[in-house]
């Protein structure tokens, strides 16, 4: 992994952060709730060690079975282990972490379920009362931006993949044409189960520690993705909504959610984060599914729709040619 070189200021501004971040949870909510016809229950909260979020929650729509787009924005005193892990440099310093966290569960299994997040990490140098000394001494902050998107189908269908994966490369074009096969790599790399050997899914776009360009641009970049989210999702979840199923697509869609299951408890960085920094744990944990099931040594028979998930779709693929 390529060293870090973290872009540092006196002192970070986070307001048009956290106003845009609070901006797409509202704007994600609304265009969902249009699309089911069902409202999202909204749900504030305080984190005693300090900061907060909201919740945004949906659960038996007609589209979706289960939904949350939360943001949050959490302080502390000691970044947790998961966000030191790779760059042990910063261990002990406070912190900022501010965000939006989505993942949608349909309830039709030709439906993908999808995941975004959105974040931005504020080091401060010492404690919180140290970093404003520190401010005023001329310490820096060091911050950093991360996040994508990506996609994890059940039935896999090729014009959704390219869709969702051209959709990802013509939103980063902008920032450079190396972003998207950079980001794309990282995708599938992260979202990848070892003790599976497999893919979550079908994977899309993962960045994280990015300050390259400066805060501006990367900022915009940022911004940029969390825009797409709807022109990359919601057309894909009007195509398939209407597509008749059984119990035997269910019971599949069921089984392959335990591997959702499995990622975000083992793997995901930003649920490790969040449990170890003391978040709230409903909110943490809403990105997992409502119904789930496991089989022993299941595999599925040869030439099914199940089988081509496997042997078309969860692989390392070049979608866009």
């Not at 199923?245 to 089984?255: G, L, N, V």
């Not at 089989?295 to 028979?301: A, L, V």
Request: glycine content about 10%.
């Amino acid at each position: 992994m390529k060293p870090h070189h973290y872009k540092k200021t006196v002192v970070m501004d986070i307001a048009p952060i956290l106003e845009y971040f609070l901006g797409l949870q509202n704007r994600i909510v609304e265009a969902l709730e249009l699309a089911d016809g069902k409202n999202f229950l909204h749900d504030s909260w305080q984190r005693p060690q300090g900061g907060g979020g909201i919740s945004c929650v949906i659960e038996e729509g007609k589209l979706l079975e289960r939904g949350g787009i939360n943001f949050s924005h959490v302080t502390g005193e000691r970044l947790p282990p998961s966000a030191t892990a790779s760059r042990p440099e910063l261990a002990g310093r406070s912190f900022e972490a501010m965000g939006v966290s989505l993942v949608l569960h349909p309830r039709n299994p030709y439906c993908p379920t999808v995941h975004m997040n959105l974040r931005c990490f504020v080091a401060h140098p010492g404690t919180r009362q140290g970093a404003k000394n520190a401010g005023a001494q001329g310490e820096s902050d060091v911050w950093w931006f991360g996040g994508g998107m990506d996609l994890t189908p059940y039935y896999g269908f090729e014009e959704d993949a390219v869709h969702f994966h051209r959709t990802c490369r013509e939103t980063l074009a902008p920032f450079g044409t190396e972003l998207y096969p950079r980001f794309k790599a990282w995708c599938d790399e992260y979202f990848y189960l070892k003790h599976r050997k497999e893919p979550r899914g079908i994977g899309g776009i993962f960045f994280d520690d990015f300050n390259e360009p400066g805060f501006d641009r990367s900022f915009a970049m940022l911004r940029a993705v969390g825009d797409a989210f709807p022109h990359a999702y919601l057309p894909l979840l009007q195509r398939r909504k209407d597509l008749p199923y059984s119990k035997r697509e269910r019971d599949f869609q069921a089984y392959r959610r335990g591997r959702y299951v499995e990622f975000n408890l083992v793997y995901d960085r930003g649920t490790l984060f969040g449990l170890q920094s003391g978040g709230r744990t409903e909110s943490i944990l809403m990105s997992l599914p409502p119904m789930v099931k496991w089989r022993y040594d299941w595999q599925p028979k040869e030439g099914t729709p199940e089988a081509k998930l496997y042997s078309d779709f969860l692989i390392a693929r070049d979608w866009l040619g």
